[in-house]
């Protein structure tokens, strides 16, 4: 069983739900990666989420842009990022890692050699934001050979054809994105939230997590009453890039502690928790 399924499985035996934050590898620096990546753990991250730094994030907003771009000053590449995540590995062997980011820079890798090394170095998913389901078959089959989740995003405007061939692709769990729009965007509907979900549950029977406009312990926990996950990505960002270097690790542990406080007092019988029966 995949690291993702059994944390997924102690957590519904726990009724609990898990926190997903994202960082971009290399922002700050690449030196400080791998100790925020403990951080994350040591605060309550269930799953990290990390970042490859690409120069055209055109599903990102400015925060995460910012991001990116810091992070490719370092001249943090792909090769990079695998590393740290090898590096992290060696301390942690539990906690899932899922590397989110664009086709190029693992185009010019090459599906194989890319996949292969991911495996070696302990990724257990991956999420390329620019990869339609439609167009994936190959991109799919590669990583589950390497018992890969490939991870994919739904939308409020995703079209039911493409939520069904989601459903029949895609491991470990579903990235809900709750707004239109880029990330870091404002005022989530947690009604229509709450709609969106129920109609995806019909045909998804993995974990769903819901991210964008989650920048608070209030939404953080209201999120969590409803969906499997609850991913936040710009607002530690915003966190990381306010706090002077030596400050980083100490604020990001306390914004991600109050997450996982605020999450942990959902309630333990909302729906998505019982639905978790497919683990």
Not at 74 to 99: I, N
Not at 241 to 269: F, G, M, Q, Y
Request: aromatic content about 6%; glycine content about 8%; charged content about 25%.
């Amino acid at each position: 069983m995949s690291r993702i399924s059994t944390l997924f499985g102690k957590l519904r035996q726990n009724r609990r739900k898990a926190l997903i934050p994202f960082i971009t590898a290399g922002d700050p620096e690449p030196g400080m990666m791998v100790p925020l990546m403990h951080e994350l753990v040591q605060a309550g991250a269930d799953i990290i989420e990390l970042g490859v730094p690409f120069s055209d994030p055109m599903a990102d907003g400015p925060t995460i842009q910012r991001s990116s771009e810091r992070a490719l000053k370092h001249r943090v590449s792909l090769q990079d990022v695998l590393a740290m995540v090898g590096e992290f590995r060696e301390s942690d062997s539990s906690t899932p890692v899922v590397l989110m980011g664009y086709a190029n820079p693992v185009e010019a890798m090459g599906y194989d050699a890319f996949t292969a090394r991911a495996k070696a170095c302990g990724v257990d998913g991956v999420l390329i934001v620019d990869y339609p389901p439609e167009e994936s078959v190959e991109w799919v089959e590669c990583l589950k050979r390497q018992n890969i989740a490939p991870i994919f995003l739904l939308s409020p405007t995703t079209p039911q054809q493409r939520v069904e061939r989601v459903a029949s692709l895609a491991e470990g769990y579903v990235y809900y994105v709750s707004l239109k729009g880029v990330t870091g965007s404002l005022h989530l509907d947690l009604r229509d939230v709450a709609e969106k979900l129920d109609g995806l549950r019909s045909h998804i029977s993995i974990p769903i997590g819901v991210g964008f406009g989650i920048r608070d312990g209030a939404t953080a926990r209201a999120v969590a009453e409803l969906a499997d996950a609850v991913v936040v990505g710009s607002r530690i960002i915003e966190e990381i890039e306010r706090s002077p270097k030596a400050e980083v690790l100490t604020n990001v542990h306390r914004l991600v502690k109050s997450l996982r406080i605020a999450i942990d007092a959902a309630s333990p019988a909302s729906s998505a928790a019982v639905k978790l029966t497919h683990l």
